[in-house]
Nanobody, 111 residues
Framework: QVQLVESGGGLVQPGGSLRLSCAASGRTFSDVNMGWYRQAPGKGREFVAISGYFGTTLYSDSAKGRFTISRDNTTNTLYLQMNNLKPERTAIYFC?????WGQGTQVTVSS
């Protein structure tokens, strides 16, 4: 059973940074893709970034150049470094592995 636990969210001012973590357990993850999604208030879940098991990364247009996804296969942890945050990035951020989801971590960008 895959379990995912996101952390690292919080309240940050516009222009600030946060680093999200997703701790995965239940199997090895070095051979699967791992991704981040977000859900803003009143909206559906949308893609943010994905880390391919073969080493490539892919970002949404809004995340490109501002966010960096990375992973540590020795600790089964996925990260999302978010820089230059804007209020419109306020959302619950979820990690996705093999279509399993964690509970999410709230990111609020506000002055």
């Amino acid at each position: 059973q895959v379990q995912l636990v996101e952390s690292g969210g919080g309240l940050v001012q516009p222009g600030g940074s946060l680093r999200l973590s997703c701790a995965a357990s239940g199997r090895t993850f070095s051979d699967v893709n791992m991704g981040w999604y977000r859900q803003a208030p009143g909206k559906g879940r949308e893609f943010v970034a994905i880390s391919g098991y073969f080493g490539t990364t892919l970002y949404s247009d809004s995340a490109k150049g501002r966010f960096t996804i990375s992973r540590d296969n020795t600790t089964n942890t996925l990260y999302l470094q978010m820089n230059n945050l804007k209020p419109e990035r306020t959302a619950i951020y979820f990690c996705d592995v093999l279509h399993y989801w964690g509970q999410g971590t709230q990111v609020t960008v506000s002055s």
